[in-house]
């Protein structure tokens, strides 16, 4: 495993239903940011603001063999990068909001989001695939998807699976995951890439625009990258992954070892 990595996000403005745009724009800032990770919003392939279930199987994406996924593997070989990024995926009768990781070796993991939010549980099926850390040659990384953030136990079921970096895609219409991505970072001792859109969307009664504010925060909450508001733009930082290794928050505390877990029954009542 590599000591050091280049770590980055890809903020972006998918253009809505523009599948083959879309994801030469995320091959075009892969070979850009010369990047060991690179982090892409969620829905990146194609938008966000679907009118119907049947419009998103429209625009959906199949992961095990189609051409889409064959293209980005290529890139990935090519850039030595691992792509982490969201799309709609296709799955026989099932519709996912999913989080895909392609590793240089053309290996594929697939995270399908489990914490639908707001239409999207008209959209989507909820996620199938249990929170699991994966193994990489640039460390051991977490996948999540946007709304996930609301709910601590996804970082740190991911943490306990002995998740490094925490790779987290999103589509972010409210004020608080920002801040809120500090306290999983602090309280985990994890590394945290939240790669966030920006732009807005009108195609049904609504219009909702995006946050941008993509960012990169230490195993220790510290903010190291952050972009802007409304920009696309590609943020970066040399970070060590084995840093999120020491759960030591003192010399005396342990953030894994000193949980009291007889007292934490009703968390999954």
């Known amino acids: 495993m590599k000591e050091k990595i280049k770590a980055a996000c890809g903020q972006m403005f998918p ?10 724009k995320v091959f ?6 010369k990047a060991d990770l690179i982090v892409f919003p969620e829905l990146a392939t194609s938008g966000y603001e679907f009118k119907d279930r049947e419009e998103a199987m429209m625009y959906a994406i199949d992961l095990i063999d189609g051409a889409e996924i064959y293209n980005i593997c290529k890139v990935a070989k090519e850039t030595g990068a691992h792509i982490v990024l969201g799309v709609p995926e296709k799955a026989v009768d099932k519709l996912y909001n999913s989080t895909v990781l392609i590793s240089p070796l053309g290996e594929v993991t697939v995270y399908r989001k489990l914490h639908l939010f707001d239409r999207e549980k008209e959209l989507f099926d909820q996620g199938n695939i249990p929170l699991k ?10 996948l999540m998807l946007c709304f996930d953030w609301i709910f601590p136990e996804t970082v740190r079921l991911l943490t306990l699976d002995g998740a490094q970096i925490i790779c987290h895609p999103a589509n972010l219409v409210l004020q608080y995951c920002q801040r809120a991505m500090f306290a999983r970072s602090i309280e985990n001792g994890v590394f945290t890439i939240t790669c966030n ?5 009108a195609r049904i009664d609504r219009e909702l625009s995006f946050t941008g504010y993509s960012q990169i925060l230490s195993n220790r909450g510290g903010l190291l990258a952050q972009a802007g508001s409304e920009s696309e733009e590609i943020i970066s930082v ?9 759960k030591m928050m003192t010399k005396t505390n342990h953030l894994i070892d000193d949980r009291i877990t007889a007292f934490y029954g009703r968390l999954t009542i």
Do not use: C, H, S, Y
């Open 15 to 24: 253009k809505f239903g523009d599948t083959e745009g879309n994801l030469e």
């Open 133 to 142: 850390a994966v193994d990489t040659e640039i460390g051991r990384l977490g």
């Open 197 to 201: 859109r920006i732009g807005a969307e």
């Open 28 to 33: 075009q800032m892969t070979r850009e940011a």
């Open 238 to 246: 040399e970070i060590k992954p084995a840093d999120a290794d020491d």
